[in-house]
């Protein structure tokens, strides 16, 4: 069965402290994994589109990295308005299908 | 360039009833899909329509069900509506179909009672 996890569920970080989030995925063959922020109230913006191992695109404090079976969203010396839930998301070969992870919420102290 | 409409933003009815929300997607964008958010489930995917045609659809009863007109504005219908059935209803569309970023619109806050 197709399956996204993200880890951890919350995570707490000073402003400045930089931290990796992770997304893991099984599925029969990918065909893209996509990270959103979603803040509340909001629907989910669209950040990233990662097709294949080795992969890896930036933007700002943002970086996110693929392997065969995870991905990494790395957060270089955030800020408070880097506060947000973070969402996975991966799109199989076989179907066109969005499976998404749970999210984590991060939360930059000032 | 206009976002991701839904209307309306809030919603309240009671269980039983029916209900049914709107989706203006971002002009030039034929793909139209639909989500259920909840706290416990996090977001599940109902359907996607593209040119008026739906394309995939998710687990869900068939108490869900959608159409797309041809201006590419979508609407989602929920009939003999349940406790359950309260979440944050999103809309996102694309320019092609699910293999491309999704513009995610507000949401619906349907909370049924």
């Known amino acids: 069965e197709d399956q996204v996890t993200q880890s951890p569920e919350a995570l707490r970080l000073q402003e400045g402290e930089s931290s990796s989030l992770n997304c893991s995925y099984t599925v029969s063959g990918l065909r893209g994994l996509f990270w959103y922020r979603q803040d509340p109230g909001k629907g989910p913006e669209f950040l990233f589109t990662?097709?294949?191992?080795?992969e890896e695109k930036e933007k700002e404090r943002l970086k996110a990295t693929l392997t065969k079976k995870e991905s990494f969203l790395h957060i270089t010396a955030p800020k408070p308005e880097d506060s947000a839930t973070y969402l996975c998301a991966v799109q199989a070969d076989s179907n066109y299908q969005l499976i998404w992870g749970a999210g984590t919420k991060l939360i930059i102290k000032p | 360039k206009a976002g991701v409409t839904q209307t309306p933003r809030y919603l309240i009815k009671t269980r039983g009833q029916q209900v049914t929300l709107s989706c203006s997607p971002i002009?030039?964008?034929?793909?139209v899909s639909w989500y259920q958010q909840t706290p416990g489930q996090g977001l599940q995917f109902l359907f996607e329509y593209f040119s008026e045609t739906q394309r995939n659809k998710g687990n869900f009863p068939g108490r869900f069900s959608g159409r797309q007109f041809s201006n590419s504005r979508s609407e989602m219908n929920v009939s003999t509506l349940e406790l359950g059935d309260s979440a944050l209803y999103l809309c996102?569309?694309?320019?092609?179909?699910?293999?491309?970023?999704?513009?995610f619109g507000p949401g619906t806050r349907l909370t049924v009672l």
């Open positions: 990662l097709y294949s191992a080795g």
């Open positions: 996102a569309s694309s320019y092609g179909q699910l293999y491309n970023e999704q513009f």
């Open positions: 002009s030039g964008h034929r793909s």
